[in-house]
């Protein structure tokens, strides 16, 4: 049996979205009734998921996003990822876009 190597796609996933700031490459990761939840939010399908990273990438300005470690389980079919976003507010959360520095860390898996 050959083991995935989830890391990397998690990792690539992170790159292409995150790092490049290209919402659009979620088509290459995500599936049409993808579901996740977020701060209580729940975001269900690739599209509303794809809003929801061109909103978030808008409510932080100068948006750095760094990858602080992933690991995944033997058979290489879960990953769990550990990041950090920093970048000035502008508007994030419903706060008045003041540009203060922010830093908050996050983990998916």
């Known amino acids: 049996?050959?083991?995935?190597?989830?890391?990397?796609?998690?990792?690539?996933?992170w790159a292409d979205v995150w790092v490049a700031r290209n919402p659009e490459a979620i088509d290459c990761y995500v599936v049409d009734d993808f579901v996740i939840t977020?701060?209580?939010?729940?975001i269900r399908s690739r599209n509303a998921f794809e809003e929801w990273?061109?909103?978030?990438?808008?409510?932080?300005?100068s948006l750095e996003f760094e990858t602080v470690e992933s690991f995944q389980n033997a058979e290489g079919i879960r990953v769990a990822s550990r990041w950090r976003v920093r970048g000035r507010n502008s508007?994030?959360?419903?706060?008045?876009?003041?540009q203060r520095a922010?830093?908050?860390t996050g983990t998916a898996g």
């Open 38 to 42: 977020s701060a209580g939010e729940e």
């Open 53 to 61: 990273v061109c909103e978030f990438q808008t409510m932080v300005a």
């Open 91 to 98: 508007g994030f959360l419903g706060l008045p876009p003041d």
């Open 1 to 13: 049996m050959s083991v995935l190597n989830a890391v990397q796609i998690v990792e690539s996933f």
């Open 102 to 104: 922010l830093e908050m």
